[in-house]
Each structure stands twice: as structure tokens, then as C-alpha cells.
């Protein structure tokens, strides 16, 4: 009979204490990024723009249009197949766009003949494809690049 009361006594206390947790998970989410908000990569680039086979990219640089209207908080990452090349970044997206610039992975490498890409965001804890309008790949032309005709200069 006592264990029962100290277990109940135990549920009683501790309650306050999960909602507590709770709220403050609540609160730290509060203004992540939604399924239902509007994401579309505007352009994708790498620097240096063009480099030789073997160099190491110094950064890809991201334009992330967020169509909200308030600011929302989410990680961005950048994908060839299945593995990760632009190191994961928390980013604070404003309604606009967006430019974000991820540093690559240490040992990624150019090899082959041409690498397409994809930008990831978590959106509620669910890590997503954002909406592009067209590919983004690097070709090997003599050296490696992802300029596209009529992109912006100055990279």
C-alpha cells in the first residue's frame, strides 16, 4: 500500500515538471519553419567558380526565397545523392530572399563528370527537399563550374 502512495505521490510531483520541459520545447520551436511555409531555392553556387579537378570548395553560397510572413528559424544542408556536402547550418530566414553561405564537407571532392545538388531544411523537425525550379549541377568544362548563362557575377 505504500509503494502505491509514493508512486502516486511520485506522478503527482513530477507533472509540473513535464509541462515545464514541455513548454520549453514548445518555446524553442516556436518560431521554427513549417511544412506549409513556402521555401524555393532561387540560385546555388560554389566558390571558387571555376576550379580544378581535386580542389577543395571553399563554400557554396544558397539563394533561399521564403514566400512567410514572419521570420522562421530552420536548418539548411546541401545534398549530392546521399551524402551530405554542404555542412549542416541553422539559419534565421527572413520573408524574401535569403542568401546563405554553408561550408563544405572536409573531404569533399569533384571526380567524374558532373555533380547535381540538392538543398534539404528542416521544416518541424523533418528534414525536406526545398522546391527548386530547375537542376543545380557542376560540369566539368575544362574546369569544374556551376555558371549558368546569364547568372549574377561576382561570385
Avoid at 502516486?8 to 510531483?13: A, F, P, V
Avoid at 522562421?72 to 549530392?80: P, Q
Avoid at 547550418?89 to 554553408?102: A, C, D, K, S, T
Wanted: a positive charge.
Amino acid at each position: 500500500m505504500k509503494w502505491i502512495k509514493a508512486a502516486l505521490l511520485t506522478g503527482l510531483l513530477s507533472a509540473p515538471l513535464v509541462d515545464a520541459a514541455t513548454e520549453v520545447m514548445a518555446a524553442d520551436r516556436g518560431n521554427a519553419c513549417r511544412r506549409g511555409d513556402r521555401l524555393h531555392i532561387e540560385d546555388l553556387d560554389m566558390s571558387p567558380d571555376p576550379m580544378i579537378e581535386g580542389q577543395r570548395i571553399r563554400s557554396f553560397k544558397v539563394r533561399l526565397r521564403f514566400d512567410g510572413n514572419r521570420e522562421c528559424e530552420t536548418s539548411v544542408s546541401i545534398r549530392e545523392g546521399g551524402e551530405t556536402v554542404g555542412v549542416e547550418r541553422r539559419f534565421n530566414l527572413r520573408p524574401g530572399v535569403n542568401e546563405i553561405e554553408l561550408k563544405p564537407a572536409e573531404a569533399y571532392r569533384f571526380r567524374g563528370r558532373e555533380h547535381c545538388f540538392n538543398v534539404l531544411a528542416d521544416l518541424e523537425g523533418s528534414r525536406r527537399e526545398v522546391d527548386a525550379g530547375r537542376r543545380f549541377c557542376a560540369q566539368q568544362r575544362p574546369a569544374w563550374s556551376m555558371r549558368e548563362p546569364g547568372d549574377r557575377p561576382g561570385r
